[in-house]
């Protein structure tokens, strides 16, 4: 069992659609980090938290660390944001990131 | 600033050949990160620079997979030998600081071993 698990692995949607993106998680944890990777390129940080909820444009990201679980939602979705959207945590007191298998998302217009 | 770069951006060789990768931190980031990414994968952990020793290299799939960093700046990720299973993204990122953080990504370096 990988220690960070995503879902879906694939969501497509129509433009102006609500998107969430889950993270589960089995390992002590001292951050998530939520990133994009597009098609060929690079990865981008969205977001690193470690509690509560963060917002940033149409994209909102929260955490239940009770739980071990994050979220990754984006409102009014565009097709600009098909791309793919990794999870992944810092284990305590570590400098590693532990990654999940991402998830591939496609806005159609 | 200029973002962290890698080098080349493609890199096509056949098996058993030697190659180099290699990244550019952003200015005076002490942390750097090698990354390892196959076809339908997230990022492997391969190797972490702390200035300019290795703190971690356990990510380093075995002997043929060496990297330095001799000026705790430019990094260089070295493959002797390779194989065909070496065929990867391989993903540089660099934090200003060690330990928990942003990090800041290159846009890789597409090895392909024929």
């Known amino acids: 069992k990988n220690e960070v698990e995503q879902s879906p692995q694939n969501l497509t949607a129509q433009e102006g659609e609500f998107i969430t993106i889950n993270c589960s998680y089995s390992?002590?944890?001292?951050?998530l980090h939520w990133l994009q990777q597009h098609p060929g390129g690079g990865i981008v940080s969205l977001f690193m938290?470690?509690?509560?909820?963060k917002k940033h444009g149409r994209l909102i990201a929260t955490i239940n660390i009770q739980e071990k679980h994050s979220s990754l939602h984006i409102t009014a979705s565009h097709p600009r944001d098909s791309a793919v959207y990794i999870c992944?945590?810092?284990?305590?007191?570590?400098?590693?990131?532990?990654w999940g298998a991402g998830t591939k998302l496609i806005i159609k217009p | 600033g200029a973002g962290v770069s890698q080098t080349p951006s493609n890199k096509v060789t056949e098996k058993g050949k030697y190659v180099e990768l290699r990244c550019d931190p952003i200015?005076?980031?002490?942390?750097l990160y090698w990354y390892r990414q196959s076809l339908g994968q997230g990022p492997e952990f391969l190797i972490y620079?702390?200035?300019?020793?290795?703190?971690?290299d356990s990510g380093l799939p075995n002997d043929r997979f060496f990297a330095v960093r001799p000026e705790g700046s430019v990094s260089t990720l070295k493959i002797q030998r390779t194989e065909r299973g070496d065929s990867a993204v391989y993903l540089c990122?660099?934090?200003?600081?060690?330990?928990?953080?942003?990090?800041?990504f290159g846009p890789g370096t597409r090895l392909t071993v024929l």
């Open positions: 992944a945590v810092y284990m305590d007191s570590n400098y590693q990131l532990i």
């Open positions: 390992v002590g944890i001292s951050a």
């Open positions: 938290l470690s509690s509560g909820k």
């Open positions: 620079f702390q200035g300019t020793g290795a703190a971690d």
């Open positions: 990122a660099s934090t200003p600081l060690p330990g928990v953080g942003t990090q800041y």
């Open positions: 200015s005076g980031h002490t942390a």
